[in-house]
Structures are given as structure tokens and as C-alpha cells.
């Protein structure tokens, strides 16, 4: 069973970068077919799906925050890190990764809680 553990500040700044890094274990983050999400949910709101980091080491990115989005990976840590610019308090949300194929997502991290106030 593949775990998941997302790890990053709480609290970011308006026009900050938000960072936020998932580790994964009992499997590799370059297993052949595997995806890797950020995905995200503002208060009082649904998931929003940010972006993924394919086996490959391809990244495909929501359109709506294609601009502002970088998803890398560390394969020595097994991790992979999102990187959010310009962020606004409307960025502000719980973030999740998970890991998936296609649109059926088999494991979650627990999510972090992620503000943006000055």
C-alpha cells in the first residue's frame, strides 16, 4: 500500500511562491502507468485537481493555473513538489497528493492545511 505524506508551510504571503512537497512510500514515484496529483480544496468548496507528475517525468497542468504551476520530483527522495506562484488568499485551501492512473485515484495524503494572509 502506497503512503503518502504532504509536508510545507502553513502560512504563505500574497504574490509568495507556495511550496509543498509529498513523500511517498512503499512504492516508486517512477513505477511505470502511476501519476502523481496535487489536488486542492478551498473552504466551503470542491476538489480542484492542480496538476500531476507522470512515471515518465512529464507534468501536465490545469489549465486555469497552468501560469502559475510547477510540479517537480527528487526520485532519490521518492518525493515530488509543487510549486504555486503569485499566490492570492483565494490559493488558500487544504492540498492534497495522491497517487492515480487515469481518473481512478488509489491513495491519498492526508492533506495540509495552507493559508495565504499578510
Given at each position: 500500500q502506497v503512503q503518502l505524506q504532504e509536508s510545507g508551510p502553513g502560512l504563505v504571503k500574497p504574490s509568495q511562491t507556495l511550496s509543498l512537497t509529498c513523500t511517498v512510500s512503499g512504492g516508486s514515484i517512477t513505477t511505470n502507468?502511476?501519476?502523481?496529483?496535487?489536488i486542492r480544496q478551498p473552504?466551503?468548496?470542491?476538489?480542484?485537481w492542480i496538476g500531476y507528475m507522470a512515471y515518465s517525468g512529464g507534468t501536465?497542468?490545469?489549465?486555469?493555473?497552468?501560469?502559475?504551476?510547477?510540479?517537480?520530483?527528487?526520485t532519490s527522495k521518492n518525493q515530488f513538489t509543487l510549486q504555486l506562484s503569485s499566490v492570492t488568499p483565494?490559493?488558500?485551501?487544504?492540498?492534497y497528493c495522491a497517487q492515480n492512473i487515469a481518473v481512478r485515484f488509489d491513495s491519498w495524503g492526508q492533506g495540509t492545511r495552507v493559508t495565504v494572509s499578510s
Open positions: 502507468y502511476y501519476y502523481w496529483s496535487w473552504p466551503g468548496k470542491g476538489l480542484e501536465y497542468y490545469s489549465p486555469s493555473l497552468k501560469s502559475r504551476t510547477s510540479i517537480s520530483r527528487d483565494e490559493d488558500t485551501a487544504v492540498y
